[in-house]
């Protein structure tokens, strides 16, 4: 049975991040002019801190210089965090960003901005900003009815600190 790079890179790399407490997102390999790019998107419940990312980056060179996955051509290693505009696809997203703003392009057309409130195994639970002093409405959607998701920046958004303040 043949396995693909991708899959021998997954086995590779997931235990080195789960030691860290972070959870694999997504592993890229890309032509980058001659080089190629090896690009490892990882998170968590808190967020990832800039140390963590580069101690698992020396975790994950050490490991790539063992083995034979990344053959004999160079490549340039870059360990990053999923960032400010994320993709939303998997639970564990959704309820990452529970109390953030998301767009939403829905399956059948069309867009919808909302707060993520609360999400589970079935869907979500939004809040719908009012239009022109309206009150915001609650809505539930399900994930089969969401073609693509993703966090929106907000700037004048309130700290949960501050709001218990």
């Known amino acids: 049975m043949s396995t693909t790079q991708s899959e021998r890179l997954?086995?590779?790399?997931?235990?080195?991040v789960?030691?860290?407490d972070l959870d694999l997102e997504e592993i890229e390999v890309s032509r980058a002019g001659r080089r190629r790019m090896l690009?490892?998107?990882v998170d968590s419940d808190e967020g990832v801190e800039l140390d963590t990312c580069a101690e698992l980056s020396r975790a994950v060179s050490d490991a790539?210089?063992?083995?034979d996955v990344m053959g004999d051509e160079e490549y340039v290693l870059e360990v990053t965090s999923p960032g400010a505009e994320r993709p939303l696809s998997e639970l564990r997203h959704y309820v990452r960003a529970t109390g953030r703003l998301a767009r939403f392009t829905l399956a059948e057309g069309g867009e919808l901005v909302a707060r993520i409130l609360g999400a589970d195994e079935d869907g979500l639970d939004l809040e719908v900003p009012?239009?022109?002093g309206r009150k915001a409405t609650a809505r539930r959607i399900a994930y089969a009815d969401i073609a693509k998701a993703r966090v929106e920046i907000e700037f004048n958004r309130k700290d949960k600190k501050e709001e218990e303040a």
Do not use: F, N, T
């Open 10 to 16: 997954r086995g590779l790399l997931e235990p080195l």
């Open 18 to 20: 789960s030691a860290k």
């Open 39 to 41: 690009r490892i998107v």
């Open 64 to 67: 790539l210089d063992e083995s």
């Open 130 to 132: 009012g239009v022109k």
